[in-house]
């Protein structure tokens, strides 16, 4: 009898918290129809990755992400707000609610992915880190910067890579910390160090910046693996898989080879795939809480990863990143999708 008790209770508590459960699970999603736009927190400025422009228009890879949210979500990449933030503020301002989604090249972790209440939903672009130099300083590899003064960003995985870098190298090394990208860089700039070190993508976007670009140079050595991708909560499982099926389909449609300028052609395709995708065939919207033209509004909208890749920070930028392992798996890469289905 005392079982059956504890078992009732059991399962009447269950179901209080599984409505609760469904509330929360629900609430982002909710939240951001109810708002009419997305709340994206973005880089306060990387070339490439998310910057305004003078007419505070946002644009770069991370950006657009935000827009694909936006298309899928709210039918208008063009509905966002944008948020900026540093890199030390970025994971509280997620966890406060203040944003919905984090896309601000952010290394996925087990720390931030676990103890701090967040998610990462994939990869967007898979990074490592490296160090510039001035070229005058005749420095050709990591290791030859033994005894070297090293400018680095606080609250990032580059400050902890360094240590572990020269620590297991043997090598001696001083940092001078920043708060900021700008002020590590204008110190690295100003000769206080001999390198400025972060993710690779971040050292190409900011050689562009420098007065004289090619006076500098990125060291060949990639010290850490850097996969950045787009964050939500840990406490709404609906939302994480709507942003990550978001990344899933713009990746699917590349291999699919769906494009900004064929989608409504490609509408009639009788590819199974490519049906699936652009929700001509099926029911995948519904188990996301969206229509089933979600993935057709974002390609229209904004494209597949390739061209977002390619106009952001590939062949079509000023960047002209390799897409390197950012390839898709069937070309050499490590870019790869979920299939819909
Ligand atoms: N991927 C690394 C580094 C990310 C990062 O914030 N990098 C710097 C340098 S590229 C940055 O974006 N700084 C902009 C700022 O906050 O001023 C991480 O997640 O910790």
């Keep these: 009898m005392k079982h059956l008790a504890r078992g009732v209770f059991w399962v009447a508590a269950m179901m209080v918290a599984g409505a609760g459960v469904v509330e929360a699970q629900q609430k982002t999603l909710d939240t951001v129809k109810a708002r009419g736009q997305l709340v994206c927190g973005v880089n306060v400025g990387l070339a490439g990755f998310s910057a305004a422009d003078d007419k505070g228009v946002w644009s770069g ?80 590899t990591g290791k030859e910067l033994s005894g070297a003064t090293v400018c680095v960003q606080t609250g990032t995985t580059t400050e902890l890579n360094l240590a572990d870098f020269f620590r297991s190298n043997n090598l001696q090394y ?71 099926w978001v990344h899933f389909a713009l990746i699917n449609a590349e291999e699919a080879g769906v494009t900004q300028a064929n989608v409504d052609q490609m509408l009639t395709s009788t590819v199974p795939d490519i049906k699936r995708l652009l929700g001509k065939e099926g029911d995948f919207g519904k188990g996301i809480g969206l229509d089933n033209e979600w993935a057709y509004r974002m390609i229209k909208q904004v494209g597949n990863y390739a061209e977002v890749f390619e106009r952001n920070v590939g062949a079509g930028s000023r960047i002209k990143i390799d897409r390197g392992l950012n390839k898709l798996w069937s070309k050499g890469g490590i870019q790869y999708a979920p299939p819909i289905r």
């Design 174 to 244: 001083k940092t001078l910390v920043f708060d900021k990208a700008d002020e590590a860089l204008k110190a690295y700039q100003a000769d206080r160090c001999d390198s400025y070190t972060t993710d690779a993508s971040g050292l190409y976007s900011v050689r562009l910046q420098m007065a004289k670009p090619d006076e500098h140079m990125v060291l060949p050595d990639v010290i850490s693996k850097e996969p950045l991708g787009p964050v939500v909560r840990q406490d709404d499982f609906q939302w994480f898989t709507i942003v990550k």
């Design 61 to 140: 890879l991370d950006v657009a992400y935000c827009k694909a949210i936006a298309a899928a979500v709210l039918g208008d990449a063009g509905k966002v707000r944008y948020v900026a933030t540093t890199t030390k503020e970025r994971f509280t301002a997620l966890q406060s609610r203040e944003l919905d989604v984090l896309a601000r090249n952010t290394t996925w972790t087990l720390q931030r992915d676990s103890q701090q209440g967040l998610a990462f939903v994939g990869v967007n672009y898979y990074d490592g880190q490296g160090f510039i130099v001035k070229k005058s300083a005749g420095v050709k």
